[in-house]
């Protein structure tokens, strides 16, 4: 189906985006890679008659070293990600994630910013940075704030965005020593059906000191199993490998998983226990 006719923005400061999105209002959308916005414009299941690209503001797609933060620009790509030598070297299982992300096409035109702001449910990256503590800077013609991952995605295709702003950057915390995250996920079509990701610090003693673990793309959000997390401080690396299934099954079974074209909720909660304990595994390994 072809796209409805619409008037397409090109501004290359903030100051003019923010007077396009005033002077349109709900009449336009901010374009970031397209991947998402897009498809839905074609089976016209959206329609904007402005649209509005990030992609001539310098500055949106900048990876930098931010002090006790990685901070990855809202329209940096996932292919870019993957290959960034800070997100290598201190964000591992995060350039993991982001290299197997959909399929090439999707990772080099789809954009980090674009894909939280979007919220499709079925997405990877959301449930990885909220195990990771990321913070998500946003900015208006009024100022900026910062909120965390965590909170960002309220529902399906809702986020915490207000009208005006966009989403400028993503800061993911540099993990302390000891601390090592992975994500695991089951997809179909190129899209994830269930996800875990687990975050876990151990301290000089062997001992876990903090831990997190999430659960994606089986409901409108990403869900963290806070007892599970909180269940397994104090054990040593052996202990949390035998306690995590059981920890972590009451929570599971707890899940809002959505009914969809992907799967049942119950197959679905079935391959998030799996794609978590895979997750821990990892994480709960002795880096190389």
Not at 87 to 99: E, I, K, N, T, W
Not at 168 to 184: D, E, M, N, Q
Request: with cysteine; glycine share 8%.
């Amino acid at each position: 189906m072809l796209l409805r006719r619409f008037d397409l923005h090109k501004p290359e400061t903030l100051p003019a985006l923010f007077d396009l999105l005033d002077r349109h209002g709900e009449e336009a959308s901010v374009l970031a890679g397209g991947t998402e916005l897009l498809i839905a414009l074609k089976a016209r299941v959206l329609h904007y008659p402005h649209l509005i690209s990030l992609k001539a503001i310098a500055g949106l797609a900048d990876i930098v070293d931010a002090g006790d933060c990685i901070s990855i620009g809202a329209l940096a790509t996932h292919d870019a990600i993957a290959r960034h030598p800070l997100v290598c070297r201190y964000l591992p299982g995060y350039a993991a994630l982001s290299d197997n992300i959909a399929n090439i096409r999707v990772r080099c035109a789809g954009t980090l910013g674009g894909n939280l702001c979007f919220a499709e449910p079925h997405a990877d990256p959301p449930a990885m940075l909220a195990a990771l503590g990321a913070r998500l800077r946003l900015q208006s013609a009024t100022g900026s704030r910062e909120c965390a991952m965590a909170d960002f995605i309220h529902g399906d295709f809702e986020t915490d965005r207000q009208p005006g702003e966009i989403l400028t950057a993503i800061l993911v915390p540099k993990p302390v020593s000891g601390h090592r995250a992975a994500y695991r996920c089951y997809g179909a079509s190129h899209r994830p059906v269930a996800g875990g990701a687990a975050a876990i610090t151990m301290d000089e003693a062997g001992k876990c000191s903090a831990a997190a673990f999430w659960i994606g793309a089986v409901c409108g959000r990403p869900v963290a199993l806070e007892q599970a997390a909180l269940g397994v401080i104090g054990m040593d690396r052996a202990e949390i490998a035998q306690a995590l299934p059981a920890l972590i099954a009451p929570e599971i079974e707890a899940l809002e998983a959505s009914d969809d074209n992907h799967g049942a909720g119950d197959y679905k909660r079935h391959l998030a226990q799996t794609m978590l304990l895979r997750a821990a595994q990892a994480a709960n390994t002795v880096a190389a």
